[in-house]
């Protein structure tokens, strides 16, 4: 498995921008799959983005066109970058790592201001 650090997160205003970064403890290049979930508050978690190791994305239909997914394999890290935000995208965001098993960072709080 691989142990996943989330970092970014923070307060914003109505169509601001954060980039979310999550640094995993190996390399990454072979995983089959990294992603993004949120959970807001009385919400069950959902996912946002994921990306494949062949570079395949999905978004959620609520994020598409102002939410991208990359990663940088090199860096072991795989950054999503969110802009136009909404009040409605207020949560925890948590990075994924998709295999055989899965993983979990804990988690960076996003808070968007209306």
């Known amino acids: 498995q691989v142990q996943l650090v989330e970092s970014g997160g923070g307060l914003v205003q109505a169509g601001g921008s954060l980039r979310l970064s999550c640094a995993a403890s190996?390399?990454?290049?072979?995983?089959?799959?990294m992603g993004w979930y949120r959970r807001a508050p009385g919400k069950v978690r959902e996912l946002v983005a994921s990306i494949t190791n062949g570079g395949s994305t999905n978004y959620a239909d609520s994020v598409k066109g102002r939410f991208t997914i990359s990663r940088d394999n090199a860096k072991n890290t795989v950054y999503l970058q969110m802009n136009s935000l909404k009040p409605e995208d207020t949560a925890v965001y948590y990075c994924?790592?998709?295999?055989?098993?899965?993983?979990w960072g804990q988690g960076t709080q996003v808070t968007v201001s209306s």
């Open positions: 994924n790592a998709r295999d055989l098993w899965n993983s």
């Open positions: 190996r390399n990454i290049f072979s995983i089959n799959a």
